[in-house]
């Protein structure tokens, strides 16, 4: 699988497997069914209830930890320096690892930005230490990562954002990529099958023998995204992590960016 870099030399997979809304009971079965599948990327967060559950299936696979990367964030409950730090090892502990490939903060606290930036100290801190080995942000605006850069010792390396053929993000991303920062897009193929029917994808998807899911999938990864599909099926596991082999071209991510109506599928 393709990876990129992120701007401190740390390379990233760029297709990575969600573990948003897998109960504690399903996870090893999920982890399981991933990791055989060939995914190395794991994205996980405080707020999902079930880093317990995805450590204890990290341990069971038996696989080098130098050859995962796992991802965590902070929720918004644990935002400011000394709360983030102990959020941060509560989470190391639940994960039963020494180290974190990328930890974010997971939502701005528009109502207390302060708070946010103190938040921010606390990453830097983590990753001067060498307890992290990248930083980042999740859901920030453009504005909000300017007030970050003008504070920062370390700039962040990654913005997690909203991102599918209904929202594009075209602004946003080409900030995040102008600015040294990874783009990666969680809800990477929309919800329910409205995306995956819409003629545009369905009529590349008959023209690469692939499914649209592949087709949205290879999207995000040909436009620079780092994403993270999520399916309880192993079979659909599977086959969201087969989308080596082609590329779409130019005029076809055009038309696939013409899709774009600014809509939101989830919290925004």
Request: aromatic share 10%.
């Amino acid at each position: 699988m393709e990876t990129t870099q992120l701007s401190n030399g740390v390379t990233i997979p760029m297709l990575g497997f969600g573990t948003y809304l897998i109960d504690s009971k399903d996870v090893p079965a999920a982890i399981k069914t991933a990791l055989d599948a060939g995914y190395r990327h794991l994205d996980c967060a405080h707020i999902y209830g079930n880093e317990p559950a995805v450590g204890a299936a990290i341990k069971a696979s038996g696989i080098d930890r130098s050859d995962l990367f796992i991802t965590s964030k902070v929720w918004n409950a644990d935002q400011g320096y000394d709360k983030t730090l102990a959020a941060f090892d509560k989470t190391l502990a639940d994960l039963q690892l020494d180290y974190l490939d990328l930890y974010l903060i997971h939502w701005p606290n528009e109502e207390n930005f302060e708070l946010t930036l103190d938040t921010w100290r606390a990453l830097e801190t983590l990753y001067q230490q060498k307890k992290v080995r990248a930083i980042g942000v999740s859901n920030f605006s453009e504005s909000q990562l300017e007030q970050v850069f003008a504070m920062a010792k370390v700039k962040p390396m990654v913005n997690q954002i909203e991102r599918h053929p209904y929202k594009v993000q075209a602004e946003l991303g080409k900030f995040d990529t102008d600015n040294g920062l990874i783009n990666e897009g969680y809800s990477p193929i929309g919800h329910g099958h409205l995306i995956l029917e819409d003629p545009v994808i369905t009529k590349l998807a008959e023209k690469y023998g692939k499914s649209p899911a592949q087709i949205v999938l290879r999207w995000q990864v040909d436009t620079g995204f780092v994403v993270f599909p999520k399916s309880s099926k192993p079979a659909r596991v599977k086959e969201n992590f087969e989308i080596s082999g082609f590329n779409l071209t130019a005029a076809e991510i055009a038309e696939i960016n013409t899709l774009d109506q600014d809509k939101h599928l989830n919290y925004d």
